[in-house]
């Protein structure tokens, strides 16, 4: 129940939902308990009066007997049906109400988990999978769902009976009471013993189900590249195999279930036969009476599905436990890209790394070492290198997506970390080297980065990108759907669309990471023109391996294995003998050829 300590906070803030079915459970198990003790009153006035009817046999007051008789029976009967309209009434507004409260819960929760994902820095996404993310903010907030609803409906249902039923049953036989109650103690202590081998396996099993989704979602993602290698039979039977284990968990975790409810059927049918053979003898010595026999019969049928509703209440609060513990876990975990001043203004667009180091925790690989960059506002760098040489990481540090684990990366002067991130950010223009695009329109991917933006600058920055003539040709144009991470787009096309997204924000900072690599040279010199004139008095990083982009820029930076091995402009960089220029003759012999 620790775990399930965070779920508090929305029982605060829902408190009128769950005070309100409190009550109505109350109610609705008043009207359940009174219809019994009709039952025993109707069930004594027939043996009470029968004697008597039979005494004045054959004269007119036997009939005036039966007809008072009869009535009184019918009065019983429709009073017992009154108090069962009645009690589904209240039946109704309990599920009305702990079951409302339980979606808004799982509403309010699910928003929370995302919202908190948003926060969390790239370094937690390397460390875990899409599907294990997925498994916690839909399969376990479903589990804890079932404790917040069902589960407490049920638990408030089965205390407030107990209450009521057992104090109705002790004021009528303290003794029967006792027999009737006396397998509870068994049942107690196999709840205890069930439910440790239900947590275990329920853990097991959500677990199971966090691989089972991260296979198939990677699975799908890649479906062309399994297709592509003829992979199909071998992905199938990796599906198998996992699936499999699930099942057999599944089934571990079922076995335990399926021998628990007829364990408890057995104890509920055990008090049954208490209550004929002690009732019995009770009858006998004339301590009570026939109907007090039928009554108590009724309130252990009335607490047979309590008792079973007890084990499954159990078991769902044991797997919402474990369920929430995994979203914990998650939600503990807190971003280290914190504002130190939260400074919001807008930038001029100067970068200046000093003495910058930074190594990848996760994988040990240093990227960066004593790296240094100064890049004055409007002005354009090119970064060329091999790859792994830590091209994309210096865009990573300037989106602040990672922190440096060593030097210092001051945007105007001022330290980055002082920088309110989300200001930070909007003012940049990045185009990453893996490109995503969102399964929308067109207008939509290139709007993404601004709430309003008019038709007119979305067909500009796609004129820029040199996509027009493309659009232009589908049936719908704009509103043509890319599809999943863009797959109905050629591999030029999702990258010319990536970066009119990025120019459409008009950001002060633009970063450009070898975002030409799948267009044809023809392209990438009209794309190359026209983001000439779109980097102008504009700060702009540009990382690439090809070096006709580099010539754009006012300084070329060559990096190799995370270190300056030259910089300069391209003139410069042509009259040394180095790498650049190495570099450069080897790609120009590969066009002409």
Same mark, same amino acid.
């Given at each position: 129940m620790r775990a399930l300590s965070h779920l508090n906070k929305y029982f605060v803030r829902y408190k009128w939902y769950l005070i309100l079915g409190s009550l109505f459970t109350v109610l609705s198990n008043l009207f359940g308990i009174l219809p019994a003790q009709l039952v025993r009153y109707a069930l004594d006035l027939v043996r009470e009066t029968l004697d008597i009817y039979f005494l004045f046999n054959g004269s007119r007051v036997q009939a005036a007997l039966y007809d008072v008789f009869a009535f009184s029976i019918f009065l019983y009967g429709i009073l017992i049906l009154v108090m069962a309209l009645l009690k589904g009434i209240f039946l109704f507004l309990v599920r009305q109400t702990l079951i409302v409260m339980s979606r808004r819960i799982e509403y309010d929760l699910k928003n929370e988990i995302y919202a908190h994902y948003q926060t969390l820095p790239l370094s937690f996404y390397r460390r875990n999978n899409t599907g294990d993310l997925m498994a916690r903010i839909s399969e376990d907030v479903s589990k804890v769902r079932m404790y917040v609803g069902p589960s407490i409906m049920y638990g408030i249902n089965l205390l407030t009976l107990f209450v009521l039923v057992i104090s109705y049953m002790v004021s009528v036989s303290t003794k029967l009471t006792f027999y009737v109650l006396l397998p509870l103690p068994v049942l107690s202590v196999s709840i205890y013993i069930v439910n440790t081998i239900i947590m275990k396996r329920s853990e097991e099993l959500q677990r199971q189900l966090s691989q089972l989704s991260t296979f198939v979602q990677e699975a799908f993602s890649g479906i062309r590249v399994i297709k592509a290698f003829v992979r199909e039979k071998d992905s199938l039977a990796n599906f198998k195999t996992e699936s499999d284990a699930y099942r057999q968990k599944s089934l571990a975790l079922t076995k335990v279930d399926s021998l628990f409810y007829p364990f408890m059927l057995v104890l509920v049918g055990v008090s049954n036969v208490l209550v004929v053979f002690v009732g019995g003898q009770e009858i006998m010595a004339g301590r009570l009476t026939p109907g007090n026999i039928t009554e108590f019969i009724i309130y252990v049928s009335m607490l047979t599905w309590p008792v079973m509703a007890l084990g499954w209440t159990t078991s769902q609060t044991q797997r919402a436990a474990a369920s929430q513990e995994r979203i914990n876990e998650f939600l503990a975990v807190k971003t280290d890209l914190t504002s130190l001043k939260n400074i919001d203004r807008d930038l001029a667009g100067r970068i200046t790394f000093k003495n910058v180091d930074f190594l990848y925790a996760?994988?040990?690989? @240093?990227? *960066? @070492?004593?790296?240094? %960059?100064? &890049?004055?506002?409007?002005?354009? &760098?090119?970064? !060329?290198?091999?790859? /792994?040489?830590?091209?994309? $990481? #210096?865009?990573? %540090?300037? $989106?602040?997506?990672?922190?440096?684990?060593?030097?210092?990366? !001051?945007? =105007?002067?001022?330290?980055? @970390? =002082?920088?309110? %991130?989300?200001? *930070?950010?909007h003012q940049m223009g990045y185009v990453p080297q893996d490109v995503f *695009?969102?399964?929308?329109?067109?207008?939509?991917?290139?709007?993404? /980065?601004?709430?309003?933006?008019?038709?007119? @600058? #979305?067909?500009?920055?796609?004129?820029?990108?040199? !996509?027009?003539?493309?659009?232009?040709?589908?049936?719908e144009q704009f509103d043509t759907k890319v599809g999943e991470r863009g797959i109905t787009l050629s591999g030029g096309q999702k990258q010319r669309l990536s970066i009119a997204r990025a120019i459409a924000r008009d950001p002060r900072i633009l970063i450009l990471d070898d975002c030409l690599s799948a267009v044809d040279t023809q392209t990438e010199n009209i794309i190359l023109n026209n983001l000439k004139r779109i980097m102008e008095n504009r700060t702009s990083v540009i990382i690439s391996h090809r070096v006709s982009s580099a010539k754009l820029a006012d300084k070329i930076i060559m990096l190799d294995d995370g270190r300056v091995v030259q910089h300069g402009t391209h003139q410069s960089l042509m009259a040394q003998d180095g790498p650049y220029r190495d570099l450069y003759e080897k790609q120009l012999q590969g066009e002409e050829v």
């Open positions: 996760d994988s040990g690989i @240093k990227a *960066l @070492k004593n790296f240094n %960059l100064d &890049v004055q506002a409007g002005q354009s &760098v090119a970064i !060329l290198g091999t790859t /792994g040489s830590g091209k994309s $990481t #210096i865009a990573n %540090l300037i $989106t602040r997506m990672y922190d440096a684990t060593g030097g210092e990366i !001051l945007i =105007d002067d001022q330290p980055i @970390k =002082d920088y309110n %991130l989300q200001r *930070l950010r *695009l969102f399964s929308d329109t067109i207008a939509g991917n290139v709007s993404f /980065g601004t709430t309003d933006m008019s038709p007119q @600058k #979305i067909e500009q920055a796609v004129r820029d990108a040199d !996509l027009y003539a493309n659009i232009v040709e589908f049936p």
